[in-house]
């Protein structure tokens, strides 16, 4: 009996999430590219889940590097049709809480952009705050709302445009190197490039496993939120972000709606996240303690899996026991507002360049972000 047929291309990216849908839209302008997604659509899982907020001082400096690069095409990106910022006016507030003097020292000495405010400042921003919730508070106001399904179609349709393909239903099953080209065997059918990139998210560790290749220790971590209604008085869509600088909890403006969830990090296998709801009930009870407010209902509850690489930093690069596999993994809670710089330096290194000049320009080099660090 002869063998099904094949479907080939200069490069397979496995997972259509941002991160996939980002390196697949970039590299299609010079290479044919196949994007598989093992779900119905694409960005069901951690994309479709994310809080949406540009916060230039989060995470480690290799993340903040990529940050930076990627804030202009934030403003005016390349590949939309469409002109307009993908970015909003939002700003972000930490509150210290009685015992976190200490922390926000310490986010004061190391950001930029953050000036401390004092009592009457703040609560003229958020008026409900408990009187004694909290001691010290400080303000970035250069944080911004994202529009992260604006962005993922973007590249999404520059995918289309420059004749590549997506591919949902489409989970790999088995993956082998076969004749110089990664053979990827999934419901949808077998297909095969010299290029394999591992954009699959929280299940990237389980891919590289089917290639035959240990894993590199990437830890998915489950943050749950919650959608609660507000008075008809309050004009939250004007407030900022706000949390403690512990991160414990914050809340998100969303749609004349508040967005609360626990900033729960905990580690889990792989799998379509849902709320615990003993950790949900802890951080909404965080929550009240600081905003005079009474949890009556939720109007929706969620959860989403945060995927980390043992020393917080992303995996971009080919990974050193196997020829042509690629990994663009470990976004961690910095897949969003990292991806546009992200991409493009996933398409330079898997196209044999160096990374992008916005980038060394800032002091990042492929080595804080290369899968060898990690063998």
């Not at 307009?84 to 003097?101: H, K, Y």
């Not at 609560?123 to 409900?128: L, S």
């Not at 917080?312 to 026991?321: A, D, K, M």
Request: net charge negative; glycine share 10%; charged share 25%.
């Amino acid at each position: 009996m002869s063998e099904p047929a094949s479907h080939t291309a200069d490069i397979l990216v496995v997972g259509a999430g941002m991160a996939g849908a980002s390196a697949a839209a970039e590299l299609s302008a010079e290479a044919e590219v196949l994007l598989l997604e093992s779900e119905e659509r694409p960005g069901q899982h951690a994309t479709g889940r994310s809080a949406a907020i540009f916060i230039q001082n989060y995470g480690n400096r290799s993340i903040r590097q990529l940050s930076k690069a990627s804030r202009p095409l934030f403003e005016d990106h390349p590949l939309s049709t469409e002109r307009g910022s993908l970015l909003s006016d939002r700003g972000l507030l930490f509150l210290a809480e009685p015992d976190q003097g200490a922390e926000l020292d310490a986010l004061l000495a190391e950001a930029d952009g953050l000036e401390e405010l004092d009592e009457a400042a703040v609560r003229a921003m958020v008026p409900p705050l408990r009187a004694g919730s909290f001691v010290r508070a400080a303000y970035e106001a250069d944080a911004k709302g994202i529009d992260v399904d604006r962005l993922h179609q973007i590249y999404l349709r520059a995918l289309k445009r420059n004749g590549g393909g997506l591919v949902c239903r489409a989970g790999v099953t088995a993956l082998a190197r076969l004749g110089g080209v990664w053979r990827a065997e999934t419901p949808a059918g077998r297909f095969e490039a010299p290029v394999l990139v591992n954009a699959a998210g929280a299940w990237a560790d389980e891919v590289a496993a089917l290639a035959g290749l240990p894993r590199i220790g990437l830890q998915p971590k489950r943050r749950s939120a919650a959608l609660l209604p507000t008075p008809a008085d309050w004009p939250v869509d004007s407030w900022p972000l706000t949390g403690d600088v512990g991160e414990r909890w914050y809340m998100k403006p969303e749609g004349g709606k508040m967005m609360v969830s626990p900033a729960d990090a905990d580690p889990v296998e792989p799998h379509d996240a849902w709320p615990d709801d003993l950790v949900l009930a802890e951080g909404l009870d965080r929550f009240c303690r600081v905003f005079d407010y009474e949890v009556t209902r939720l109007e929706a509850s969620w959860a989403g899996l945060r995927t980390f690489a043992p020393d917080g930093s992303l995996v971009i690069g080919f990974e050193p026991q196997a020829e042509g596999f690629f990994w663009l993994a470990g976004q961690g809670g910095y897949g969003i507002q990292t991806a546009p710089a992200a991409a493009r330096c996933a398409a330079a290194l898997a196209l044999g360049r160096g990374v992008p000049t916005e980038l060394a320009r800032l002091g990042f080099t492929d080595l804080s972000v290369s899968p060898a660090r990690l063998r």
